[in-house]
């Protein structure tokens, strides 16, 4: 037993002065040093660990710093961002990442790697110095070509989206702080100064109306255009501009355009609406205080100083009787008109 014990002893010190890394089957990928990360490019997120024996060859497969196109010698780009020899070998963990528009090569560790252009796929290794890829668990997995169209009936909703860093700016940007919902949210993003190309992001957008028209500028290295009329936006809720409070669940979703003819005959009765951001004012007012039935009653809040055509809001009314008259003002931006008799009117509910 002692003998036994003894060789075990010298097979272990001879394994320790060889410089032997014993590896887990269950856990390591046993690579060789023409390994790539082909196989692994559509795992975006994911983590692979290799082992590579000692004795290796670097490979002219290599090209990018701290961040690798898939198809690099992964063995080689290690021994290039210095955590393991050709000597000794060793164990590397990798995490696949979206393509890039580009990689810079450069000379370290005796490893020379190359330029190149736009690719499809690229890994990072987990020990390197790049920040890790690490979406939240409630958020959409976007791309920088990702759109809200599937999202813009949702008027008031909101939505987490995480991009992956490597990301090429769009083209499809219009609007500053309010967004066209055919932009490019990521891209967008960035012109807001959410997020980088580099590093990607999350971010949290909200569904707004359709505006009656966008300003483009120029922020962040990126470009957005002017547009007219487009029937859906998004802000962004961490920008400048305020999020919509939805409305409770028992309030009566308005539009801009919304009358009360369908409430006239019900005298006394108290109606509680919400009129979404981004409002446009009808010419359909008369009255001041006391409205006729047929009034905008979104335009007639503004009349009144209840809400505003960019935020929005809520109101409550209660239906009146007609009146034999009815006079008309200009309030807070909005001309109301005079009018003779008419058979049932409106007037706001002002809560304390």
């Not at 932009?183 to 009656?212: D, E, F, K, M």
Request: charged share 10%; net charge positive.
């Amino acid at each position: 037993m002692k003998k036994m014990k003894k060789l075990m002893m010298g097979i272990t010190f001879l394994m320790l002065g060889f410089g032997f890394t014993p590896v887990n089957a269950q856990a390591v990928i046993q690579g060789t040093w023409t390994t790539q990360a082909n196989d692994y490019s559509k795992n975006i997120g994911q983590r692979f660990t290799f082992y590579f024996p000692p004795g290796g060859s670097s490979s002219s497969r290599v090209w990018g710093t701290d961040v690798y196109t898939y198809d690099c010698s992964i063995a080689s780009a290690a021994v290039h961002a210095g955590l393991i020899s050709t000597q000794k070998g060793g164990t590397v963990t990798i995490e696949m990442r979206p393509g890039q528009s580009s990689y810079k090569g450069t000379s370290r560790n005796g490893v020379n790697s190359g330029d190149w252009g736009a690719f499809g796929g690229s890994f990072i290794f987990v020990n390197s110095n790049t920040t890790q890829y690490n979406p939240p668990s409630n958020a959409i997995q976007g791309t920088w070509g990702t759109q809200a169209n599937d999202y813009s009936s949702n008027i008031g909703q909101q939505y987490t989206f995480y991009f992956p860093p490597g990301g090429t700016i769009s083209s499809r940007v219009w609007g500053t702080d309010v967004y066209t919902y055919d932009c490019s949210i990521a891209s967008a993003a960035v012109h807001a100064g959410l997020i980088n190309t580099q590093n990607g992001g999350t971010v949290t957008i909200q569904i707004r109306p359709g505006q009656s028209s966008y300003r483009g500028s120029t922020r962040n290295g990126v470009s957005s255009s002017n547009y007219g009329a487009f029937g859906g936006s998004f802000i962004f809720v961490n920008s400048n501009i305020n999020p919509v409070t939805l409305p409770p669940s028992n309030v009566i979703q308005g539009t801009w355009g919304t009358q009360a003819n369908d409430y006239s005959s019900n005298v006394g009765h108290q109606y509680t609406f919400y009129f979404p951001p981004g409002g446009t004012i009808s010419g359909r007012v008369w009255g001041t205080d006391v409205y006729t039935y047929d009034c905008s009653i979104a335009s007639a809040a503004v009349h009144a100083g209840m809400i505003s055509t960019q935020n929005g809001g809520t109101v409550t009314i209660e239906i009146r009787a007609g009146q034999s008259s009815y006079r008309g003002t200009t309030r807070n931006g909005v001309s109301s008109r005079d009018y003779g008799a008419f058979g049932g009117s409106f007037v706001f509910i002002r809560r304390q």
